[in-house]
């Protein structure tokens, strides 16, 4: 009886505990719904929607003209689910068949995918970037389990072309270098939001109503890049740098009115669709971010400041040393060749740096180094593109005993290229230093302006009388007895400087060179700065051998596209074909010689006196002649040469030699005791000095020949 009870006294425990559990149940239903269901169906809400942002399109890059340089593409990535409801292997084969021919990868491949993935995996990533018509065609299959998703990318138009000046950008679309880093907010833009829901899946649904930001593209940006002038460069630096075997090479092309940078690039490049497959040397953008000893292109910073400070004079003689060596505080200091006695000009014309040095000696160091700050040296540009360094300048406080003098023809300071293009285009601007900059405008979507970059001048470099003394100077550096003479091109005016500068290795001078070649065309009217640098290269060190040719070959090109420059090129040479409508030079010649030139030239001519050589001509040689017009000659028994006695001592006065033959004008130069250089054949069209040029006995006169037919003569004079 007693376990009877005790039993039933358990069940009914049991029993009361099991009713207890519903009870709690409907207690908390009860709860939850009535006391506390808000807040907790608020909590659902809150942790089952989500903000996905909703990406903004990155701006398009534009070059001068207009041309698509940067845009956006949308490729897809293409997931399957095996797991969905319907799939067969049929499916299968379909999808892998399809994935096959329009990736050209093969079925196996696919399906090798799909069954090395885990049993449970519910997306097989199977293919990224796809084209659209690759996404098209597969969605036309309509299988299920196919996921497709849509991928934006940055797609560089021509590849390589400009990949420095325009950069890269992340998996993220974010710029890494060049244009697109130093614009990345502008061409960015603001992305957007939308709102929707996430089921216990982690499957997202939209919903109606549900808020939503819109995104806010980026702008686009107009540069100032001529995809022309680009493509140009590019071809002739590759060239170059692979004849001469340099390391790497840089150019840079420049507008010297308003700093707008017409191309710059580097060789080796990259493309920027595809960054990760080169070196990272090679994406560095050397023309901002290459600091380097300019050598002799810096010897324009030391004319100028001689020049505008009145310590050089232009007829003054600079004897150097037989043996081209000077010793300065225990240092020795060497010419490239012996080059003797030079007037200022052939100071700068063969690139003597004794010469040089004792001019800048003659300057007080802040003076000096005020022109160098003053030419943009030892600071920013501050051209609106990543990556770019100030270059390296001491103070003059700073300075050694041999500072001065080294640094006049380019050592003991760094430079990046941008800033000595910069200062040419500041001597090619008549003194006003202009910042350079590569994007002229910024636009919205609508195509409103949103900013305009205007030409900027930053200072004065120079007085404008300065510059018009220094320009034939330069201009003498391209003729052919300078060290530029490979940088000539036939009818174009050219003034620029060569550059040969040792590298610096382990804090040591090597053997190793950088060669540069910077100049500006036309000099009457400058339109265009060119920089060209070659490092390492193995054939030669000399700028003017190495760099020269490349800049000749780019000046060129761009001669080719613009109308003005060719118009004033065939000018010059219409001008040349007419030479022998002008008076050639008589006096002194035979009688029998002058009459020969001038039946030949179909001139009429008349002789007075009597004697076997002409002492005088009307009109003097050189002066256009009408059609028709005679010209009389003098004749007498000898010929005196000018009188000497107005020419300094061991000076010769440069005669005349348009119209003579080679011959003839190769015997009137060594019987002044000058020397010939000789330029193809025939009869003489051009000289360099020009007529009337005093130059010390033993150097050079450069004469051109052109040989002509007497039916092209005769056509010249009708």
């Not at 998996?171 to 960015?188: F, S, V």
């Not at 100028?304 to 043996?323: I, K, R, Y």
């Not at 001019?359 to 990556?387: C, H, K, S, W």
Request: hydrophobic share 35%; aromatic share 8%; glycine share 8%.
């Amino acid at each position: 009886m007693e376990d009877r009870k005790a039993i039933l006294s358990r069940m009914f425990i049991v029993f009361g505990l099991i009713l207890l559990i519903p009870c709690a149940l409907g207690f908390q239903l009860i709860r939850i719904n009535y006391f506390e269901g808000e807040a907790l169906r608020g909590l659902w809400s809150q942790q089952a929607i989500e903000q996905i942002p909703i990406p903004s399109q990155r701006g398009n890059i534009y070059d001068a003209n207009g041309t698509l340089l940067a845009t956006n593409s949308v490729s897809y990535k293409l997931a399957f689910d095996p797991k969905v409801k319907g799939v067969t292997g049929e499916t299968i084969a379909q999808l892998t068949q399809k994935l096959g021919t329009v990736t050209g990868r093969g079925a196996s491949y696919y399906r090798g995918k799909i069954n090395a993935a885990p049993s449970r995996s519910r997306y097989i990533v199977l293919a990224n970037n796809l084209s659209v018509i690759a996404k098209d065609q597969i969605k036309a299959l309509d299988l299920k389990g196919v996921i497709l998703e849509e991928n934006y990318m940055r797609k560089y138009t021509f590849g390589s072309l400009a990949a420095h000046a325009l950069g890269f950008v992340n998996h993220q679309l974010n710029g890494r270098t060049g244009l697109e880093a130093y614009y990345n907010t502008e061409l960015r833009g603001e992305d957007g939001v939308r709102q929707v829901r996430r089921d216990s899946r982690n499957r997202i649904f939209e919903y109606v109503g549900a808020p939503r930001k819109l995104p806010q593209n980026g702008y686009s940006l107009h540069t100032t890049i001529d995809a022309y002038i680009q493509a140009i460069l590019e071809d002739e630096l590759e060239a170059g740098a692979k004849k001469h075997m340099a390391n790497y090479a840089t150019g840079i092309i420049m507008n010297p009115r308003t700093g707008a940078i017409k191309a710059l690039a580097n060789y080796p490049t990259y493309d920027p669709n595809n960054p990760g497959s080169i070196d990272e040397e090679n994406r560095r953008n050397f023309a901002v971010s290459d600091m380097i000893e300019p050598g002799s292109t810096f010897k324009l910073v030391t004319a100028l400041a001689a020049v505008e400070q009145g310590v050089v004079s232009f007829d003054e003689v600079f004897e150097t040393p037989d043996n081209g060596e000077v010793v300065i505080h225990d240092l020795v200091l060497r010419d490239h060749d012996p080059l003797g006695d030079l007037t200022f000009q052939e100071v700068i014309q063969k690139s003597s740096n004794v010469a040089t040095a004792e001019i800048a000696m003659r300057l007080e160091p802040e003076v000096f180094y005020q022109y160098v700050r003053n030419l943009g040296f030892g600071t920013e540009t501050n051209v609106d593109i990543a990556g770019e360094v100030s270059g390296t300048l001491a103070k003059p406080f700073d300075w050694s005993l041999v500072t001065l003098p080294w640094m006049s023809h380019g050592y003991e300071m760094q430079a990046t290229p941008l800033q000595i293009t910069q200062a040419y285009a500041a001597f090619a601007n008549n003194g006003a230093l202009m910042r350079p900059y590569l994007v002229s405008k910024i636009e919205d979507g609508n195509g409103e302006i949103v900013k305009v970059n205007e030409p900027e001048e930053i200072r004065r470099v120079a007085r404008k009388s300065t510059i018009e003394k220094l320009l034939p100077v330069f201009e003498s550096v391209v003729a052919d007895s300078g060290t530029g003479e490979y940088a000539q091109v036939e009818g174009l005016r050219i003034a620029g400087k060569t550059g040969t500068a040792k590298k610096v290795v382990n804090g040591r001078y090597t053997n190793r060179y950088r060669g540069s070649f910077v100049g500006f065309f036309p000099v009457e009217n400058p339109k265009y700065v060119c920089f060209i640098l070659l490092d390492e290269p193995k054939t030669s060190g000399y700028g003017g051998y190495t760099a020269g040719p490349i800049f000749r070959k780019v000046a060129l090109r761009i001669a080719g596209l613009d109308s003005e420059i060719q118009h004033n090129m065939r000018s010059q040479e219409d001008t040349a074909d007419t030479l022998f409508a002008k008076a050639p030079l008589l006096r002194g010649l035979p009688k029998t010689q002058a009459k020969t030139l001038l039946k030949t030239l179909n001139v009429p001519f008349s002789a007075e006196g009597q004697g076997q050589y002409v002492v005088q001509q009307i009109p003097e040689a050189g002066t256009p002649l009408q059609q028709g017009e005679e010209i009389k000659l003098q004749l007498a028994e000898t010929y005196t040469p000018e009188d000497g006695e107005s020419i300094k001592e061991g000076y010769a006065k440069v005669p005349e030699l348009r119209g003579l033959n080679m011959r003839r004008a190769n015997t009137m130069l060594t019987d002044m005791g000058l020397k010939t250089e000789i330029i193809g054949s025939g009869t003489i069209y051009a000289q360099y000095p020009q007529a009337g040029a005093l130059l010390r006995q033993g150097y050079t006169v450069t004469i051109r020949g052109k040989a002509k037919s007497l039916e092209s003569l005769t056509l010249a004079n009708n």
